[in-house]
């Protein structure tokens, strides 16, 4: 089955920019999207297809593709970009398939 | 405005079956899938089944399949999802959602319903 990996946490000082990792055999052939998910809410997209930005989502938020590996960046971090992000792509055997999950942290 | 709304929390004893509805409005029911998703405490969201809403195909994680049934009811634009022999490790919140125009990127999702198998 397909397994798409990111690191537990990553951490930035507000002002500054993060960098949210999610890697998988072959990625670069397949649709990335990202999800944020502040405790106790549902999940809520933030980019889709690799760089895509649905509406209402600001400008700081921006995807990437490089490799094997696709990159979430949150420019000017805010304390309120604090939460959970999930990477998820769809592969034709394993169907929906999310990463672990990223917790950013606002020092 | 796209809205998926769910039932409310559960509780269940082992070996019991749970079902969840999700009453959706504001798109055109048939033209898109809608999925579920479960997040066990802890753990990563992970897939359980979807269902085309357009010809009722539903399909299964293969973790999922065998004990999970996903319908759906056009008329009233509400989809469900039956999970039976419930184990300790089906304690979850499960999400409904609906893909997007893509097809596989998960647009909207509804807030959840939790599920305690105790």
């Known amino acids: 089955s397909y397994v798409l990996s990111q690191p537990p946490s990553v951490s930035v000082d507000p002002g500054k920019t993060a960098r949210i990792t999610c890697g998988g055999h072959?990625?670069?052939?397949?649709?990335v999207h990202w999800y944020q998910q502040k405790p106790g809410q549902a999940p809520v997209m933030v980019i889709y297809?690799?760089?895509d930005r649905p509406s209402g989502i600001p400008e700081r938020f921006s995807g990437s593709k490089s490799g094997n590996t696709a990159t979430l960046t949150i420019s000017r971090v805010e304390a309120g970009d604090e939460a959970d992000y999930h990477c998820?792509?769809?592969?034709?055997?394993?169907?929906?398939?999310f990463g672990g999950g990223t917790k950013l942290t606002v020092l | 405005q796209v809205q998926l709304v769910q039932s409310g929390a559960e509780v269940k004893k082992p070996g019991a079956s749970v079902k969840i509805s999700c009453k959706t409005s504001?798109?055109?029911?048939?033209?898109?899938?809608l999925l579920w998703v479960r997040q066990a405490p802890g753990q990563r969201l992970e897939w359980v089944g979807w269902?085309?809403?357009?010809?009722?195909?539903?399909k299964y994680s293969e973790k999922a399949q065998g004990r999970v049934t996903i319908t759906m009811d056009t008329a009233a634009n509400t989809v469900y999802m039956e999970l039976n022999s419930l184990t300790y490790a089906d304690t979850a919140v499960y999400y409904c959602?609906?893909?997007?125009?893509?097809?596989?990127?998960?647009?909207?999702w509804g807030q959840g319903t939790l599920v305690t198998v105790s």
């Open positions: 959602a609906r893909v997007g125009r893509g097809w596989y990127e998960v647009a909207f």
């Open positions: 504001g798109f055109t029911f048939t033209a898109y899938a």
């Open positions: 269902i085309k809403a357009g010809d009722g195909n539903p």
């Open positions: 072959n990625i670069g052939s397949k649709g």
């Open positions: 297809y690799d760089r």
């Open positions: 998820q792509v769809w592969d034709s055997s394993s169907d929906w398939v």
